[in-house]
Antibody, heavy 122, light 109 residues
C-alpha cells in the first residue's frame, strides 16, 4: 500500500520561498508520475504540478508557472516542490498525490498524503 | 480549459437514500477521462471512480459512475453513515490541463 508523507509547510512572507517534500513508500516510486494538488482553506481542489517517473518531463498550472518547480529524487523516493515568489493566494494545504504507473502525463490520483499547510502572510 | 460545474452544491439526504451527483463539463472530455473523489473533513481526498465508470480498488459497489456526452453522474445507491462527505469530479482528458469541479457536499438530512 502506498504511503505519502508531506513536510516543509509553514508561515512565509509574501515574496518568500519554501520547499515542500513528500516521502514515498510502499510502491516503486520511480515507476509513477507524481503530482502536487492544493486546497485553499474552505475551498476546492486545484492541481498544481506533475512530474513523470524519470523526472524529465514536468507540468504546471498557469497559476504557478514560472514560480514553482517540481522535482524528484528517485534514489530517495522523495518528491519536491520549490515555491518562490509566494503570494497570499498560494495559501493552502498542499497534497502530494500518486498517479498512474508509467504515465507520461498527469491523469488521476489513487493515493494522497495527509497534506502540509502553507500560509503566506505578513 | 475545461470547466467542470457540479450540482447541487449541497445534497441533504437520509441514510439509506439514493444520492445522485452531477458534474457537467464545458466541452467534451476526451475518452470520458473523468474521476470522482470523496473528501471528509480534515482528510485527504480518496479516489472513488476513474474513466467515468471504473471503481477504484476497495471502493464499495454502492458507488457507481456514468457518462452521457458532457454530463457525468456519481450515484451512491444507498447512503451509509460514512458516505456523508464532499465529492469532487476531476477531468484529465485535456491533460496536462487538469481541472476539478467545485464539489458537492452530501449532508445528513
Amino acid at each position: 500500500e502506498a504511503h505519502l508523507l508531506e513536510s516543509g509547510g509553514g508561515l512565509v512572507q509574501p515574496g518568500g520561498s519554501l520547499r515542500l517534500s513528500c516521502a514515498a513508500s510502499g510502491f516503486t516510486f520511480s515507476s509513477y508520475a507524481m503530482n502536487w494538488v492544493r486546497q485553499a482553506p474552505g475551498k476546492g481542489l486545484e492541481w498544481v504540478s506533475a512530474i513523470i517517473g524519470r523526472g524529465d518531463s514536468t507540468y504546471y498550472a498557469d497559476s504557478v508557472k514560472g514560480r514553482f518547480t517540481i522535482s524528484r529524487d528517485n534514489s530517495k523516493n522523495t518528491l519536491y516542490l520549490q515555491m518562490n515568489s509566494l503570494r497570499a493566494e498560494d495559501t493552502a494545504v498542499y497534497y502530494c498525490a500518486k498517479d498512474r504507473p508509467t504515465a507520461t502525463l498527469p491523469y488521476y490520483f489513487d493515493s494522497w498524503g495527509q497534506g502540509t499547510l502553507v500560509t503566506v502572510s505578513s | 480549459e475545461i470547466v467542470l460545474t457540479q450540482s447541487p452544491g449541497t445534497l441533504s439526504l437520509s441514510p439509506g437514500e439514493r444520492a445522485t451527483l452531477s458534474c457537467r463539463a464545458s466541452q467534451s472530455v476526451s475518452s470520458n477521462y473523468l474521476a470522482w473523489y470523496q473528501q471528509k473533513p480534515g482528510q485527504a481526498p480518496r479516489l472513488l471512480i476513474y474513466g467515468a465508470s471504473s471503481r477504484a480498488t476497495g471502493i464499495p459497489d454502492r458507488f457507481s459512475g456514468s457518462a452521457s456526452g458532457t454530463d457525468f453522474t456519481l450515484t451512491i445507491s444507498r447512503l451509509e453513515p460514512e458516505d456523508f462527505a464532499v465529492y469532487y469530479c476531476q477531468q484529465y482528458g485535456s491533460s496536462p490541463g487538469l481541472t476539478f469541479g467545485g464539489g458537492t457536499k452530501v449532508e445528513i438530512k
